[in-house]
């Protein structure tokens, strides 16, 4: 049974330019969430999607932006990239209506030039 | 709103030695209370959790937490360390209830386990 996935594991992009980065969530689950981790910081919320649609939102300006597709997999997309974005960005997927914890990914590590 | 306060950055301790790393949280409602461990390079792993019943918790590879309403505290606890305990352990709370909610965590307390 695999476990969240997320792609790729390391990024480069410099100051400006647009990035994608993906998540496959644990099998059954069928809400993604969003987490950003600065060097030395603990995860900080951005987003969780549910039935495609985002449900609740952190503290983040709008140059984040996601996508749940059908199949559950979750997308997150930061335009105009600034030197502060460098970060891991963790995955995590749980079941709604449930109590379980969410389960987490291997992350992103995103670096800005 | 939820915060999540881990009163100790960085906890150095010998090899079978005990442990116990502090949190400390704040809420309005009632929540539910976390522990994650994340080594070098790796996203987290939940190592316990605190939805409801008994206020002592027992989690994967020894750890054990208590919750404490009062204190509003949820300190993490293993009686004898192993070197493979070194890694950084985050404190998280969430909102109770059904469904799934967003994680609130706190700093991160860096274990290192001495030889």
């Known amino acids: 049974d695999a476990g969240v996935t997320q792609s790729p594991t390391h990024l480069i992009k410099t100051r400006g330019q647009q990035v994608t980065l993906r998540c496959s969530p644990k099998s059954g689950h069928d809400t993604v969430s969003w987490y950003q981790q600065a060097l030395g910081q603990g995860p900080q919320f951005i987003f969780q999607y549910y039935e495609e649609e985002e449900r609740q939102r952190g503290n983040f300006p709008d140059r984040f932006s996601g996508h749940q597709f059908p199949n559950y997999s979750s997308e997150l997309n930061v335009n105009a990239l600034l030197l502060g974005d460098s970060a891991l960005y963790l995955c995590a997927s749980s079941f709604s209506g449930t109590n379980q914890p969410q389960h987490f990914g291997d992350g992103t590590r995103l670096s800005i030039l | 709103a939820q915060s999540v306060t881990q009163l100790d950055s960085q906890v150095p301790v010998f090899e079978e030695a005990p442990v116990e790393l502090r949190c400390n949280y704040s809420s309005s409602v009632s929540v539910y209370l976390f522990w994650y461990v994340q080594y070098p390079n790796q996203g987290l792993q939940l190592l316990l959790k605190y939805l409801s019943g008994s206020t002592l918790v027992k989690g994967i590879n020894g750890f054990e937490a208590e919750f404490n309403k009062s204190q509003t505290s949820f300190h993490l606890r293993k009686p004898s360390v192993h070197i493979s305990d070194t890694a950084e352990y985050f404190c998280?709370?969430?909102?109770?209830?059904?469904?799934?909610?967003?994680?609130?965590f706190g700093k991160g307390t860096k274990l290192s386990v001495i030889p």
């Open positions: 998280a709370v969430t909102r109770s209830g059904a469904g799934s909610y967003q994680l609130t």
